[in-house]
Nanobody, 127 residues
Framework: QVKLVESGGGLVQAGGSLRLSCAAS????????MGWFRQAPGKEREFVGW????????YSADSVNGRFTCSRDNAKNTVYLQMNSLKPEDTAVYFC????????????????????WGQGTQVTVSS
């Protein structure tokens, strides 16, 4: 079992930055690849970014590419989402998730590929 807890959300003006954190406890964190998703009111959950188990591979959705970056610190059992140049359309609840798919090295962009989820943190971007 893996427990994930997100933090770092809040209210920010358009053009600003936030860094989300996701702390993991339980089974070996470094065996999982990690992903970030978001869900805005009335919309489906949307993939945002992915990082492989050792941090050597990254992938971001087109909507955030060049603005959002995933990173991780396996010694701290924590994954991060650095969000820059935020836009009002980035407003959503952000979730981190852990995937055992492909031993943590295969790209996982769909919710079905993830085994564990955090409770989410709200990000609101004002115009």
């Amino acid at each position: 079992q893996v427990k994930l807890v997100e933090s770092g959300g809040g209210l920010v003006q358009a053009g600003g930055s936030l860094r989300l954190s996701c702390a993991a406890s339980g089974r070996a964190f470094s065996s999982f690849s990690m992903g970030w998703f978001r869900q805005a009111p009335g919309k489906e959950r949307e993939f945002v970014g992915w990082i492989s188990r050792n941090g050597g591979k990254l992938y971001s959705a087109d909507s955030v590419n060049g603005r959002f970056t995933c990173s991780r610190d396996n010694a701290k059992n924590t994954v991060y989402l650095q969000m820059n140049s935020l836009k009002p359309e980035d407003t959503a609840v952000y979730f981190c998730a852990a995937s055992a798919s492909g031993s943590g090295v295969v790209l996982a962009t769909t919710a079905a590929q993830y085994n564990y989820w955090g409770q989410g943190t709200q990000v609101t971007v004002s115009s």
